[in-house]
């Protein structure tokens, strides 16, 4: 039988993100690779991903800070029936808490 939660969901990024993620790919030696690997992660699983803020979800990786490959991240999404649109990136503290974030 067919489970709509495991159908994976088209990806849109906001101009904002599309310009952020290019930025971070010239500044981080494997964000390219983080930052794929997160996009296939919502488009499975974005329901269950992070906690609900302001009518959004958000998303923090932690990163990898070793040898500065790529930077701790908060994502801002929505999620909806086909798609997930990406709607801001933040490098931010990987300590920091959800109370904090500025969207």
């Known amino acids: 039988m067919f489970d709509p ?11 904002y993100v599309q310009e952020q993620v290019a930025i971070l790919h010239d500044q981080y030696a494997r964000f ?11 488009a499975r699983k ?3 991903l992070g906690r609900p803020f302001r009518g959004y979800r958000v998303y ?5 800070t070793r ?5 701790a991240l908060t994502l801002l999404f929505e ?8 709607i801001s990136i933040q490098v931010s503290d990987p300590e920091c808490n959800f109370e904090e974030l500025d969207f």
Do not use: Y
């Open 79 to 86: 999620v909806r029936d086909c798609e997930v649109e990406i």
């Open 60 to 64: 923090k990786h932690s990163g990898i």
């Open 46 to 48: 974005a329901h269950e």
């Open 32 to 42: 390219d690779q983080v930052w794929e690997g997160l996009t296939w992660l919502l």
């Open 5 to 15: 939660q495991w159908f994976a969901k088209t990806i849109v990024e906001t101009r």
């Open 67 to 71: 040898g500065n490959q790529s930077p």
